[in-house]
């Protein structure tokens, strides 16, 4: 009989937990893992091919594509890591090499990446070690090793897109680009990410990539920089809120970049539960705009249709073309949509579509499938119910539940179903697009029900009690009682007549369904059963539980058991042929035996599931194997024999077509079509009217357009004819400008080929001569060449000799420096060496040392650390308000600056206008020889100095009210020191304090530190009496030994001296504190009466300043008001003199000497004012300096808290 074979067939499902997930392989076909398996399902086909997984495997971790799409490389852990390279190319995807840690211990490989010629492989090991290994795969070879992080998880490793030697690695507070070369991995660049959780990063080019972390920010480095960051939370604020008012539920947590993925006009990355967002270039600045939002749609089907929303994406990839966005949630489900169905869509927001079906999310508890049709119904505790078609490959119908569903059975017919929920038993009706309830039965948990091969019964288990209830009348037909224990697996004979039931007790019943009598048991105590089956002739049974054998049943006696080899069977089934038998294991795995059981335990094993096989069934037909599992997925097999042809069937099998529907549900979508019906009537007709309408209108317009279009052109054929006859003319023109031209032009070729001839010809007679002369120094040349050349050989010969011999010595020297040097650095090598191991020692002892000390500082700073926070809180509070009371008086200062600076630019003025007046008496001398014919002359001169006096008086004016200014404003500088001192006087009262509790501290610490030693001295002590009391119990039997050891004892240990002396050096200690705290205490208070004095001395010195100050500007003024005086004085003088010059007329002598006196008098009175301005000026910068030197320095600060 020809052994039966499983071939995997098609799966539902999707394993979660694995880094990158998803990956295209062309522009139809994506790869996914599922269960051990890895899948290539082609989109378009529905098809999918297998990868399996290894043998002894415990999990996927990480799956990583070729950039040329040829490659797969798988991460799975096992007793150890492991990273499997498959050919994709291969028809049956031949394994090309298996890479390892080699000789460094690995449990897992986190990530997985290769380069950009896919000749090198990267793999992340995970912690505590953190490895990044770097091989060059096809010669399995290591390349390089590095530690990537000490204590952050690492998320994702890729390679630059266009260098093999450049890595970047992310993870928390882990951000590094490393370098390989030289056989060693180099980080090239760092960056300060301590506080950041990188989750996953894209290269954008050569040097940019973009980073996301967990807390929602994007970051792009460029050349070792951060370039560009953004908040993805940020970006969405808007509609964020505007959705939060809308629905009163409480605001979520940041959002995660979770995946990240670029291509060539942006990138695309993960915003939170269920959103992607789409980013573009912007080709000026540099940087990326966010576009659109691609949501997860909400679940129709579903009680809660935002809980598909609420999904995290874990992986995105976009296909080959750039034309497909996929993604793939840690729901474990698939979707995808295309970039022009985003383009097309309106608004900012566009959303996913399933890219094959919706899966199950958490673990399958029940399984079932039917007669009549070709369906498979699965239950989840994810408290979903769906219906697959393993004919076509599609997912029929699918509801979820508010109770979470724990078994399932479908009718023979296929027409209605049975559901185990947490509350209650339902009896439902498979509707075309809908499951509804018919009957509800008060059976709790149910864990396992069955419908019988007719169809006219279904058995309940309901803890220990199985209940068979009749389909049509739902009465309670039977309750078979008999285990002690959970009834864990039921199963119906082929005719109905008998049913066999297995439980955790470890009894096996054989129950006849007319009586509900117990026709057979069987008993063992030691294993609690997990699955049963029958055989087609319901004599045998076959049953697996706890204790990892297969047993088989007959006639009450277990006739043989067939060991697993450590792996625990969990569930069983039979073909309907009897040909063979299948088993579900703990690890995942199913195994194929053929029946009759072998003598020697021979089996095939197929890597199925990533978990536990919690149901497993065969079709009607004995075409299919179905199995399911706490991975979640759903597992369809096809059973064939070694010859690869399927099973053999008795009778073709035809399924029905026929499908349930309401009366209700018929006459809605009845009228719904009559509805559309006159509704697309109506349409038409309005169509065909603004048609109508429309070639109406156009008709109107082209009778517009072509009358003008006549217009335009007979007005355009006058002005060609115009233009038309102006060309002829000019072409006429032309014509005869031409000839003249040529006329000319070779009038003047002539003239020009005569010179040029006769020039030619004297240029010719040259030329021989020199040729002449050229030859002549060409032999000399050759000549002087030649002895030259003659001489040259023999220098370099004898150069030659001399430098061999040269060589010689050098090449001897050479050696004998080559062989000391080699031996010194032997010398130095093993000097380095014992130096190593010295230093080994030195820094183990030191480290060791200062980790002792490290942990006493710890315990005394901690104690510190709370009341300096007191301290320095009330300090800062304090110093902020002296910074800003520093900075008014800067202020203040500047505007005194810009004073000064408007009255230095006055005094310039001043000095200008003296010049002036000196140059115009200059003027007037040189005029006063010539009065005696000009006395006209002379009155308008008096005039013009009459007006410079007065200029000088209204400049003197315009300074009095910027000397009042300066006035006010060191008023204002007298308030504010002032205030400074009050603010001087209350640190020096915080500085005392401080220096208080600074003293107090200190003698608290001591007094700490003399209990500590006390403690040390007592432990020590307590450890000796101990020792001795040792020593003492040894003699319990000799009472009189112990009496002597006991009073020794009491004579060593206890002294009463001693106790007194220690409590009065402990009074002692505590009037000695007590005297030295009352001592400095009166210290002080000293201290402060003194200070207080002497800032009153200061105050009343500062006073007196002030005094001498107001002093001085009055004299300053009353000086001001002389030299006006004697200014005016000066003027009526000159006026005088000019007077008495014009009255007298005698004589040039007399004029000459009048002149020389007025200019002797302006020069002497021009000398003392500027005399006293400069006395004046000396004045005033010494008072300013005094000033200066009293008031506080705005820069000076508070002295810092002592520790």
Not at 572 to 594: E, H, N, P, Q, Y
Not at 740 to 768: A, C, P, R
Not at 864 to 887: A, C, Y
Not at 1131 to 1142: A, C, D, I, L
């Amino acid at each position: 009989m020809a052994t039966v074979v499983a071939k995997s067939h098609y799966i539902f499902g999707l394993r979660t937990g694995v880094r990158n997930n998803l990956l295209y392989f062309d522009e139809q076909t994506i790869i996914f893992p599922c269960g051990n398996n890895c899948v290539r399902y082609n989109i378009n086909q529905k098809c999918q091919k297998f990868i399996p997984g290894t043998e002894r495997s415990q999990g996927m971790k990480a799956l990583a594509i070729s950039t040329n799409r040829r490659y797969l490389a798988v991460s799975e852990c096992g007793e150890k890591a492991t990273i499997t390279v498959f050919d994709l190319q291969h028809e049956q995807n031949r394994k090309r090499k298996v890479l390892t840690g080699g000789e460094i211990p690995v449990d897992e490989f986190v990530c997985v990446a290769f380069s950009p010629d896919s000749k090198y492989l990267i793999g992340q090991a995970g912690g505590p070690d953190w490895t990044l290994f770097l091989w060059m795969w096809e010669k399995n070879k290591v390349m390089a090793t590095v530690k990537t992080s000490n204590s952050g998880t690492i998320n994702q490793v890729s390679f630059n897109p266009q260098d093999n030697t450049q890595i970047c690695v992310c993870g928390n507070g882990v951000f590094k680009i490393f370098r390989y070369a030289g056989e060693t991995l180099k980080q090239s660049s760092t960056f300060k990410t301590d506080v950041q959780n990188f989750l996953c990063h894209t290269w954008i080019s050569t040097e940019k990539v973009i980073a996301g972390t967990e807390t929602g920010q994007l970051m792009m480095f460029e050349s070792s920089r951060l370039r560009w960051e953004m908040n993805v939370a940020s970006v969405q604020k808007v509609k964020s809120q505007s959705e939060k008012q809308d629905s009163n539920e409480p605001s979520s947590a940041l959002p995660r970049v979770t995946a990240i993925v670029g291509y060539s006009s942006g990138f695309v990355c993960s915003a939170g539960p269920g959103t992607v967002c789409l980013f573009e270039k912007i080709e000026e600045d540099d940087q990326y705009k966010k576009t659109k939002d691609i949501k997860i749609p909400p679940e129709a089907f579903s009680n809660d249709p935002s809980s598909a929303e609420q999904q995290e994406i874990s992986t995105l990839c976009i296909s080959p073309s750039e034309e497909t966005l996929a993604a793939c949630t840690d729901g474990g489900q698939l979707y995808s949509i295309h970039f022009s169905v985003v383009e097309l869509e309106k608004g900012d927001r566009a959303h996913f579509e399933y890219l094959s079906q919706s899966f199950h999310s958490s673990i399958v508890t029940g399984l079932s499938t039917c007669i009549r049709k070709p369906l498979i119904a699965t239950c989840s505790l994810d408290r979903s119910v769906r219906i697959w078609n393993f004919e076509t490959n599609d997912l029929e119908i699918y509801k979820e539940f508010q109770e979470e569903a724990y078994s399932i059975a479908l009718h023979p017919t296929g027409l209605y179903i049975l559901v185990g929920f947490s509350d209650k038993l339902r009896f439902m009706t498979l509707l075309i697009d809908d499951i509804r309830t018919l009957k509800e039965f008060t059976v709790r948990s149910c864990r396992e029900c069955v419908f019988s091969n007719g169809g006219h019964l279904f058995a309940a288990v309901n803890g220990n009690v199985i209940n068979i209830y009749s389909t049509t009348t739902f009465e309670d037909v039977l309750n078979l009682k008999g285990h002690n224990d959970k009834v864990r697996a039921v199963a119906f004979s082929a005719d109905d007549s008998c049913l066999v039931s297995c439980g955790m007790d470890g009894a096996v019943y054989e129950w006849n369904t007319l009586s509900g009598t117990r026709e057979s048991d069987s008993v063992l105590k030691t294993c609690s059963y997990t699955g049963v089956t029958i055989s087609p002739d319901a004599k045998t049974f076959f049953a697996v539980g706890t204790d990892c054998t297969l047993k088989e049943i007959q006639d009450c006696q277990i006739l043989r058991e067939v060991p697993s080899g450590d792996v625990v069977y969990t569930t069983v089934a039979m073909s309907r042929s009897g040909r063979g038998l299948f088993i579900g294991t703990s690890t995942g795995a199913v195994r194929a035996i053929k029946y009759p059981l072998p003598i020697q335990n021979a089996w095939l094993e197929y890597q199925a599931h990533a978990g536990p096989v919690t149901k497993m069934i065969i079709t009607f037909d004995d075409q299919f194997l179905l199995t399911v599992s706490e991975d979640g997925c759903l597992f369809i097999w096809k059973i064939i024999d070694k010859e690869g042809q399927g099973l053999k069937r008795e009778k073709e099998l035809i399924y029905a077509e026929e499908i349930l529907v309401t009366k209700s549900d018929l006459e809605e979508k009845n009228k719904m079509i009559l509805d559309l019906n006159t509704t697309v009537d109506e349409l038409q007709e309005d169509i065909k009217h603004q048609l109508s309408l429309k070639d109406m209108t156009y008709m109107e317009k082209i009778n517009e357009l072509t009358e003008k279009c006549q217009q335009q052109t007979s007005s355009l054929n006058a002005e060609i004819k115009v233009l038309n006859t102006e060309k002829e003319k000019q072409q006429a023109a032309h014509v005869k400008a031409l000839s003249e031209i040529l006329e000319e032009h070779e009038k003047k070729l002539q003239d020009i080929e005569s010179t040029n001839n006769q020039k030619l010809m004297l240029e010719y007679v040259k030329y021989n001569e020199l040729q002449l002369k050229h030859d002549n120094n060409q032999q000399e040349c050759e000549q002087r060449l030649n002895s030259m050349e003659e001489k040259k050989t023999q220098a370099l010969e004898d150069m030659m000799q001399s430098y061999e011999a040269k060589l010689k010595e050098k090449t001897k020297l050479l050696n004998q420096f080559q062989n000391e040097s080699e031996q010194q650095v032997r010398e130095f090598e093993e000097y380095i060496k014992q130096e190593e191991v010295d230093t080994d020692i030195e820094i183990h002892d030191i480290r060791m040392k200062y980790e002792q000390n490290l942990r006493e500082e710890k315990k005394t700073s901690a104690m510190l650390k709370v009341e300096l926070d007191t301290t320095t809180k009330s300090f800062h509070g304090l110093q902020k308000e002296i910074d800003n009371r520093n900075l008014e008086i800067e202020k203040l200062k500047q505007e005194v600056q810009k004073l000064q600076s408007v009255i230095k630019s006055l005094e310039n003025d001043i000095t200008g206008l003296k010049d002036t007046i000196r140059n115009k008496d200059g003027n007037i001398q040189d005029r006063e020889k010539s009065i005696y014919d000009l006395n006209k002359k002379n009155s308008t001169l008096n005039k013009a100095l009459e007006v410079m006096t007065h200029r000088a008086e209204f400049i003197e004016e315009e300074v009095a009210p910027k000397e009042n200014q300066i006035k006010e404003l060191k008023e204002q500088m007298q308030e504010m020191e002032v205030e400074l001192k009050d603010f001087h006087k209350t640190n020096t009262q915080l500085e005392l304090k401080i220096d208080e509790l600074n003293l107090k501290l200190k003698t608290k610490d001591k007094e700490i530190y003399k209990e500590l030693k006390k403690v040390k001295d007592f432990g020590v002590l307590v450890q000796r009496f101990k020792a001795d009391l040792h020593m003492c119990v040894e003699c319990i039997q000799d009472p009189k030994k112990l009496k002597e050891n006991i009073r020794e004892l009491y004579t060593c240990y206890v002294q009463p001296s001693d106790v007194v002396e220690k409590v009065e050096v402990h009074t002692d200690i505590q009037l000695e504190n007590s005297k030295q705290r009352e001592r400095y205490e009166k210290i002080i208070a000293t201290l402060k009466n003194q200070f207080s004095r002497d800032a009153n001395v200061f105050q009343a010195n500062n006073t007196k300043l002030m005094k001498d100050n107001v002093f001085l500007m009055k004299e300053i003024n009353d000086l001001r008001q002389e030299l006006r005086t004697v200014r005016m004085q000066l003027h009526n003088y000159e006026s005088q003199s000019n007077f008495n010059k014009n009255i007298k007329g005698s004589a040039n002598t007399r004029g000459a000497a009048s002149a020389g006196r007025t200019g002797l008098m302006t020069q002497q009175n021009s000398e003392e004012a500027e005399k006293i301005i400069r006395l004046q000026r000396l004045e005033i910068h010494r008072l300013k300096q005094e000033i200066l030197s009293q008031t506080p320095s705005s820069v000076t600060k508070l002295p810092p808290l002592v520790n």
